[in-house]
């Protein structure tokens, strides 16, 4: 499995190993919809991730509004040096904290 989720005390952890593109689509939806539960803080863990494309990033989009478009709800983390050079090319450390 390419995402993983789990919600505690309110926040919503979403772990994405391999590559993230469209392939994971359904499998980043689902796990989105666990912020329909209350959560106020979303932690997308990039560690295990080796790629990210532009429907990659549609998809944190698309979550950050579930946030209300909120930057300081959701974190993005320990992307590795290529994933984090595509967010920031993208000007997402703009919309996005990045940890």
């Known amino acids: 499995m390419s995402i993983s989720a789990d919600v505690k005390s309110g926040v919503l952890y979403i772990k994405v190993s391999g590559r993230f593109d469209f392939g994971v689509h359904n499998e980043f939806r689902e796990a ?3 912020a329909e539960s209350g959560v106020n803080l979303i932690e997308i863990d990039l560690a295990n991730a080796d790629y990210l494309d532009s429907s990659a990033l549609g ?5 950050r ?3 209300t478009g909120d930057k300081n709800a959701v974190h993005i983390k320990n ?3 290529e994933v984090k050079k595509i967010i920031e090319i993208a000007n997402f450390d703009k919309l ?4």
């Open 96 to 99: 996005f904290t990045i940890l």
């Open 59 to 63: 998809m944190l989009l698309v979550l």
């Open 79 to 81: 992307a590795k040096n």
């Open 65 to 67: 509004d579930r946030m």
């Open 32 to 34: 989105s919809k666990l």
